[in-house]
C-alpha cells in the first residue's frame, strides 16, 4: 500500500522541519492570547510539589521530586543530591531526571537524566560520601541493583545489536564490578522480552522476571551474587512478579485464574496459594514485618489490605477520596507508599505496621469526585471517573488510555483544575486493555479485541453528549491511538479532539524506533491475518473526506525516540489535506516522557487553551 508522506519519517528532511515551523506559528495563532493567560494558573498548580519515588536506606530516606521549575534527588527533608537545574547548566541543555536508585547502606546513588525528554539518556554512578561521580554511562542503563562488590544493570539496545548477535530492539542484563562489565542474563532472547531484576529484602536472593511484552512472565531465582546459579522456578501464560523471598519461600504474585490477581508460594517444588483472587483485582503487594500489604483495585482506585504470611486477613484500609497508592519502597520492616488523587499531587505514607502519614500536597477548593458507568457496544459497564467543582457548565474533557495492561487510576492534572474552576468537568474513563478488572480485561482489548476499546470510549462520550456536554476527548501515546480511531470512526460524538505522542499508522508502527516491541500486544502487521484487523482500524488509512472532523490538535516531541513523531505528522497532513480543521504543535525539546516543568506546562496550558477555545461554541 503506497504511503504518500512516506518522507515524513525523515526528521532531517528540511520539508518536515520547516512544516513544523510553520504549523507551531499557526497552533500559537489559534490559542496564543488565551493560552498567555492561562499559563500563570497551570504553573500555580503544576509548581505544587510531587514526590516521584523513594529508597529507603541506612542513613535515611532518599526521594525525588518534581518542585517548580526543576527536579531535584534528595534526602527526605534534608540536603539535595542532584538539581535538574544544576545539571542544565553543566549540558547546556534542558534536562529530565527520568529515575535514580540508592544502594542499601546509603553510600552510592545511580541517576539517569535525559537531553530533551529522550528516552535515550544519561546514567551516572555516584559516592554519596565524597560526591564523586564514579561512571557515567551513554546512552543511559536501566534497573540497577547494588551488591556489595558491584552492581547489575540493564541494557536496552535501540540500535544495532547485543552482545550476543540478536538485532535490536534487545535487553540484556550485566553486572560490573573493579574486573569490568559482563553480560549475565538474556542471550539469545528476542524483541518484546524485558527483563526486570530485584532483590529480596533480606539483600540474599536475586528475583529475576523475563516477560514476553505485556503478557507472559517467567521467574528466575538463586544467590544475588551467583547468576550462574539462577534457576527458573515459575513460568505463566500471564503478567506476574515476585513480591519478596521469607524464610526460603518465594512469593509471587500472579494473575493466573480469571487474571484478577492472587499471591501464591513457592517452597521448593510446593505451590502453595496464600491470597485467592477475589472479585476485584490485586495489583501489588509488599512484605512488612511478617505481614503482606496488598493493592486491591475497586472500580479503578485503591484501597489497602493486611494479611498473614499465611494469607489471613487481618484488616483493610480506605481512603477519604478516590485515589492511587502504590509501594515506592520497602526493607521489610516498613514500606513507603505514595497516595494520590485528582486534586491531591501527593501523600506520601509510611507502613510498618500502622499506616503513617510523612508529607503532603493538597489542592484547596469545593470538587467533588463521581463514578458512573458506560455501556459499550457488545453490553460491557465501561466506568468512568468525573471530578467536578461548584458549577457545571457542561463541557467536559475526557481521558483515555485501553491498552498494555495500564490502568486509569485517580491522578494529579495540574491543567485539569483551572478548568474545573471555570466551571468545566473532567472525566477518565477505564476501558478494555488496561488493567483496571484484570488480566481477561486487558486481553479484551489487544490484538484483535483492539475495536472493543473503541467501542467503550465511544460509549462513554456518547452518554456524556447524551447528557448535554460538550465534549473534548484527550489521549497520549497509546491514548492517542484511542482518540485518533474513535475520530475516525465517530467523530460525531466530541466536539474537539486532542491526540498526543501519538500511534497511528498501524501498518508501520514496527518499522519505526522500538515499535516492534509492541507487536505481541497490537500484532504484526506483517502477518496477512493481523494485518488485515490492524488495517480495518488503523486511523491514518481510516480517514474517510466524506465526514466532517471537529477541531483536532495533534501534538508530538521532536525528540521523542519512543513513539516515532511522524505517526502525528503524517496523520495531521492527511487531515489537512482533506479541509478538516487540524492543528499541529510540536514541541521542539521534548521527548515521550516530556522535557524540563516550564516546557511541559507550556504545552500543558496549550492544551488546555485549545479544550477552552473548541468547547465555547
Excluded: C
Excluded at 94 to 109: H, N, P, R
Excluded at 211 to 240: C, H, M, Q
Amino acid at each position: 500500500m503506497e504511503d504518500p508522506y512516506v518522507w515524513m519519517e525523515n526528521l532531517s528532511d528540511e520539508r518536515v522541519l520547516r512544516l513544523v515551523e510553520e504549523e507551531n506559528e499557526r497552533f500559537r495563532k489559534f490559542v496564543g492570547e488565551l493560552s498567555d493567560e492561562l499559563f500563570p494558573e497551570v504553573w500555580e498548580y503544576y509548581s505544587m510539589p510531587v514526590i516521584y519515588g523513594a529508597r529507603l536506606t541506612e542513613k535515611g530516606t532518599i526521594a525525588m521530586y518534581r518542585e517548580r521549575d526543576r527536579q531535584v534527588v534528595r534526602w527526605l527533608g534534608g540536603e539535595t543530591i542532584v538539581d535538574s537545574k544544576e545539571l542544565e547548566a553543566e549540558l547546556n541543555d534542558e534536562v529530565l531526571l527520568q529515575g535514580f536508585t540508592a544502594d542499601e547502606s546509603g553510600k552510592l546513588l545511580a541517576y539517569s537524566f535525559s537531553i530533551g525528554g529522550a528516552d535515550e539518556g544519561i546514567t551516572r554512578i555516584v559516592n554519596l560520601e565524597t560526591g564523586e561521580i564514579l561512571e557515567e554511562f551513554r546512552p543511559s542503563i536501566r534497573n540497577v541493583v547494588f551488591t556489595d562488590n558491584g552492581y547489575y544493570f540493564s541494557r536496552f539496545y535501540r540500535h544495532g545489536e547485543t552482545p550476543d548477535g540478536t538485532k535490536a530492539p534487545a535487553v540484556r542484563l550485566f553486572f560490573r564490578d573493579e574486573n569490568g562489565e559482563r553480560m549475565v542474563f538474556g542471550e539469545g532472547l528476542g524483541s518484546g522480552h524485558f527483563l526486570y531484576l530485584r532483590e529480596s529484602t533480606d539483600g540474599k536472593t536475586a528475583m529475576l522476571t523475563v516477560t514476553f511484552g505485556w503478557n507472559r512472565a517467567e521467574i528466575y531465582i538463586g544467590p544475588i551474587d551467583s547468576p550462574d546459579l539462577w534457576r527458573k522456578v515459575y513460568s505463566a501464560e500471564v503478567p506476574a512478579e515476585p513480591i519478596d523471598v521469607v524464610n526460603g519461600r518465594l512469593y509471587v504474585l500472579t494473575r493466573e485464574g480469571r487474571g484478577l490477581g492472587k499471591v501464591i508460594a513457592i517452597d521448593g517444588e510446593k505451590t502453595i496459594e496464600v491470597i485467592p483472587e477475589g472479585n476485584f483485582p490485586l495489583e501489588w503487594a509488599v512484605i512488612v514485618g511478617n505481614k503482606i500489604l496488598a493493592g486491591r483495585l475497586v472500580h479503578a482506585s485503591h484501597r489497602i489490605e493486611i494479611y498473614s504470611l499465611d494469607g489471613e486477613k487481618l484488616d483493610e484500609i480506605a481512603f477519604d477520596l478516590p485515589g492511587s497508592v502504590y509501594p515506592l519502597d520497602s526493607d521489610g520492616k516498613r514500606a513507603l507508599l505514595r497516595y494520590e488523587s485528582f486534586t491531591i499531587p501527593y501523600r506520601l505514607y509510611e507502613f510498618d505496621g500502622k499506616l503513617k502519614l510523612v508529607e503532603r500536597q493538597e489542592v484547596e477548593g469545593n470538587f467533588r469526585v463521581e463514578e458512573d458507568f458506560a455501556v459499550s457496544k457488545d453490553g460491557t459497564k465501561i466506568h468512568y471517573f468525573h471530578v467536578k467543582g461548584s458549577e457545571d457548565n457542561k463541557k467536559v474533557w475526557v481521558f483515555g488510555y485501553g491498552g498494555f495492561n495500564i490502568s486509569l487510576t485517580p491522578r494529579f492534572f495540574p491543567q485539569v483544575i483551572p478548568f474545573i474552576k471555570r466551571g468545566g468537568t473532567f472525566a477518565m474513563a477505564n476501558l478494555r486493555g488496561g488493567s483496571e478488572y484484570g488480566e481477561e480485561w486487558h486481553r479484551a482489548g489487544m490484538r484483535e479485541n483492539k475495536q472493543n476499546v473503541f467501542d467503550d470510549f465511544i460509549a462513554v462520550l456518547e452518554k456524556l453528549k447524551g447528557e448535554g456536554y460538550r465534549v473534548a476527548a484527550w489521549g497520549r501515546s497509546n491514548g492517542g491511538l484511542l482518540v485518533s480511531a474513535t475520530l475516525t470512526q465517530r467523530p460525531d460524538v466530541m466536539d474537539s479532539a486532542l491526540i498526543g505522542y501519538p500511534v497511528i499508522d498501524m501498518l508501520r508502527f514496527h518499522k519505526l524506533y522500538i515499535g516492534s516491541v509492541w507487536v505481541p500486544e497490537y500484532g504484526n502487521p506483517d502477518d496477512p491475518k493481523e494485518g488485515e484487523f490492524l488495517l480495518k482500524y488503523s486511523p491514518y488509512h481510516n480517514i474517510d473526506p466524506n465526514k466532517e472532523y471537529p477541531p483536532t490538535l495533534i501534538y508530538t516531541g521532536l525528540h521523542d525516540d519512543r513513539v516515532h513523531p511522524a505517526h502525528a505528522l503524517k496523520f495531521f497532513m492527511k487531515l489537512k489535506e482533506i479541509g478538516a480543521p487540524v492543528y499541529l504543535r510540536v514541541e521542539t525539546k521534548s521527548g515521550h516522557m516530556g522535557a524540563s516543568p516550564e516546557t511541559r506546562a507550556r504545552e500543558l496550558t496549550d492544551l488546555l487553551a485549545f479544550v477552552v477555545k473548541t468547547l465555547e461554541g
